[in-house]
């Protein structure tokens, strides 16, 4: 299944086209306030790296948080009216649950996974993580 997945939570986005776990682009951009302006080139060039039409796409994942609020709201917003236009369905994804995915492919042995994300202002996003579940 080809899947455009975007995250926009944090000081730098990203864009990224998948067909089933394969990688087929990315795209990334340092975006501090300007997720609304920098997302949509991210996802044009992802097509245009890729040679093909965003009408490809049979599903859309966004991160959805912790992280920055209006970050949020920009990536669900924009891929939300995507899906719409499509008709094509979104799934959500935690942050803290995708980085504990990726210790996890890491950390083969580990039992616990704890991601953590600077959430300024001197706190943090935490989530502890079985890793025999993710």
């Known amino acids: 299944m080809r899947l455009l997945a975007v995250d926009t939570t944090g ?5 990224a086209l998948l067909d089933g776990t394969r990688l087929l682009a990315e795209e990334k951009f340092e975006a501090g306030l300007n997720h609304s302006e920098l997302l949509m080139p991210a996802v044009d060039r992802l097509f245009r790296s890729d040679r093909s039409e965003i009408s490809s796409v049979e599903g859309y994942c966004v ?9 949020i709201r920009i990536g669900l917003a924009t ?48 989530a502890l993580f079985d890793a025999g579940t993710g």
């Open 11 to 15: 000081p730098f986005g990203s864009a």
């Open 63 to 71: 991160a959805a948080g912790p992280g920055s609020f209006t970050g």
């Open 79 to 126: 891929i939300k009216a995507l899906a719409f236009a499509s008709g094509r369905r979104v799934a959500a994804v935690s942050s803290l649950r995708a980085l504990a995915l990726k210790l996890q492919t890491k950390e083969p042995g580990a039992r616990l996974l704890c991601p953590i994300i600077d959430a300024k202002k001197g706190e943090i996003y935490a």
